[in-house]
Each structure stands twice: as C-alpha cells, then as structure tokens.
C-alpha cells in the first residue's frame, strides 16, 4: 500500500511539473535586446582534432562584427591535434587565442579548472561557451547576445543531436535526439517559469560581472561535473535572473554519440549532478526525485500489479504527450520526428533507473 502511495503522489507531483513548464513558454518574454556587446567565446577542448576545425570555422564566419568578439579556445592536455589545428587558425585570425592546460590541480575538476583559466584570460562583458563537438548557426553570437536585457544574467541555449538523415538515423541516435529534446524542453519550461534547474554548456552565456560576483566555479570546484547546472543554482542563490533563449538561430548542433555504452557514461555524468541539488536547489531535489520515484514505481508494479504499472504510464505518457505536441515546434523540430515518441517513453523507464543509480553512485568515464 505504502508503494502504491507513493507511485501515485510522485505521479501528481510529475504531472503538476508538466503544467507548471507549460506555464513558463506562456508567459516567455521576447523582448530583444540589440545593443552591441563585448564577446569571450570560450572552448574547453580536449582531443577534439576531428571536430575544432569545422567550429572555429563556423566561428569566425558569424554576423557579429569580429571586433567585437574574441574565440579562446583552452586545450585541455589534449594527446591529438587539437592544439596544432587551433595554431593553424590562430596565424590567420587575430581574435582566435589559444591556452594549453598541463596539469590540473587536485582540488578542481578538470573542466571547471579549463574554463575558469579561459574566464580569467578573457575579456568580453558577455562569457559565451559551447562545446569543442558543436556546430553553430552564422546568427549564433548575434542571437544569444540579444537575450541579454538589462535585467537578465544568464542566457541558456538548446542543443540537438544531429542527424542529417533521419530515416537512416540509428535506433540509438534517434532515442538520443528525443531524449535531448525532452531534457531541453522540460528545462526551458522551467527557466521561463522562474525555476532554474537546467543547462547545458553545449550553449549558455553569462555576464563576467555576475560569474564573477557568485565567485565562479570556487564553491564548486570540487564537484565531478556541472560546470553549467551547478554554476546556474549560484547563479540562483544569488538572485540572478536566467532566461532560455528561444531563438532559432541560437539553437546548436552537437555530434551524437557512438555507442550505448558512451550513451549511459555521459548521461550518468550529468545525472551525478542530481544529489547536490538537495543543498544547490531543494526544488529542483524535489522533481527530480519524483520522476525517479515514477519511473522506478512503474517498473516495480509491471512485476507486482501490470494493472497499476499501466495506469501510471498512461497517465505520464498523456500529460507528456500534450506538452510535447503544444511546445516542439519552438525548438524547430519536424513532425515526423514525433512518431519515435511512443518508443522513447516505453524505453525512458529503464533508462532513468540505470542513468540515475550509475550517476549517484559515480560509475561513469570521462573522455581519455
């Protein structure tokens, strides 16, 4: 009895977080802002050779007067030619800079301590970052830049898989695009309703002046990973206001993954961050423990009671299904896309458990 409580408390708690994200695209604010601002677009990188050339290229090609940007790219001891294609772009473009991590110190994640020293170094008011395997659109900068109103702190971005065919697209390539799709749909949600849980440094930015009044990664340092969510919950504490950007030039690519194996590994990695939230954002603590709650309920009761586990389903498979098909054309997102969305949720169960137990527990690999 105790169980069938909670799966049908965590049930409500879920679908009350459904209607509260669907909540935050109706009350969006889309004003621009289109003063012109200084840009420190930072790349943390490590053993990116096959993909830094095609970024730096997207980069320095983009609408935003490059006198008013600067690229730095910080090659995390990488042991390919990341280091050596940079070189290469930085001999032709004068806003392109280059810094080498040899060691990193014990008390900082490596990450942190890469992007931290590329913070230090730069200059730009704006702090903008995506990742070394990302692609960005020509109207990029331009397009992040103009969420910055004057009240706003922090501007977080949605990232895609890419997948340039998709009816030839993999199994796991096209559960990876949905499950993006959700993750950042739930997280613009709840950024525009006022609730900062999520975001990703495949596509933020942020003013120096605030990151650097949280203190930066300090209170952090320590922590495996998020360098972004966890840098947002600062953020949040310190009354910071963030906003999701909407803009379809703002949205990037980024390369999916090889293999199920690297799959779990990155989504363990970022599931790592959930118990820090307790202290970082009890209500973030909150969701995230009743969609475990609901998911692990719904595994159990397919054992115990498939009459119960099919009543759950349902009831989570609708209250997703309608948000999806009211928000995903935002995020630039053909229809046909959504016929995968049935399987994605019969899968997302099972995959929730292992992602969440491999991440508390910290079994997940870095990048060699």
């Excluded at 977080?17 to 109706?26: A, C, E, H, N, Q």
């Excluded at 739930?186 to 440094?201: E, K, Q, W």
């Excluded at 973030?284 to 099919?310: D, H, K, P, R």
């Excluded at 046909?336 to 929730?352: D, G, N, T």
Aim: one cysteine or more; glycine letters at 4%.
């Amino acid at each position: 009895m105790a169980l069938l409580y909670i799966a049908f408390i965590s049930l409500a708690v879920y679908l009350v977080y459904i209607l509260i994200f669907r909540y935050g695209y109706k009350k969006r604010n889309e004003d621009l802002n289109f003063k012109k601002l200084q840009i420190s677009v930072v790349i943390a990188a490590r053993n990116e050779e096959q993909n830094i050339g095609k970024l730096l290229t997207a980069l320095i090609n983009q609408s935003y007067s490059m006198e008013l940007y600067e690229i730095i790219v910080v090659d995390d001891r990488s042991t390919d030619r990341t280091a050596e294609i940079v070189e290469q772009y930085k001999e032709k473009w004068a806003n392109i800079r280059l810094l080498r991590i040899k060691r990193t110190p014990e008390s900082f994640s490596p990450k942190k301590f890469a992007l931290s020293e590329a913070i230090r170094e730069s200059s730009g008011e704006i702090i903008l970052l995506t990742d070394a395997d990302c692609l960005v659109t020509k109207y990029w900068i331009e397009s992040m830049v103009s969420n910055f109103r004057e009240d706003i702190s922090m501007v977080a971005g949605f990232s895609r898989i890419y997948i340039p065919d998709w009816k030839k697209g993999s199994l796991l390539n096209r559960f990876e695009f949905f499950d993006f799709l959700m993750m950042f749909m739930a997280a613009a949600g709840a950024i525009l309703s006022g609730r900062y849980f999520s975001c990703s440094n495949q596509n933020l930015a942020y003013r120096r002046k605030d990151y650097e009044e949280v203190g930066g990664f300090e209170k952090i340092k320590h922590l495996l990973s998020g360098d972004d969510v966890n840098l947002m919950q600062l953020f949040r504490k310190k009354k910071k206001k963030v906003t999701f950007s909407l803009i379809r030039h703002s949205f990037v690519y980024t390369q999916p993954v090889n293999s199920l194996k690297q799959l779990i590994s990155q989504r363990s990695r970022w599931a790592s961050n959930a118990k820090w939230q307790l202290t970082l954002n009890p209500e973030f603590f909150f969701y995230l423990a009743a969609t475990f709650l609901l998911n692990l309920s719904i595994l159990v009761f397919i054992i115990i009671n498939w009459q119960v586990a099919i009543v759950l389903f349902a009831a989570k498979y609708g209250g997703e299904c309608i948000f999806v098909s009211r928000h995903f054309q935002l995020f630039e997102t053909e229809r046909k896309k959504l016929a995968f969305f049935p399987l994605w949720s019969v899968l997302q169960p099972l995959y929730i458990m292992i992602v969440t137990i491999m991440g508390l527990l910290n079994l997940f690999s870095w990048k060699p």
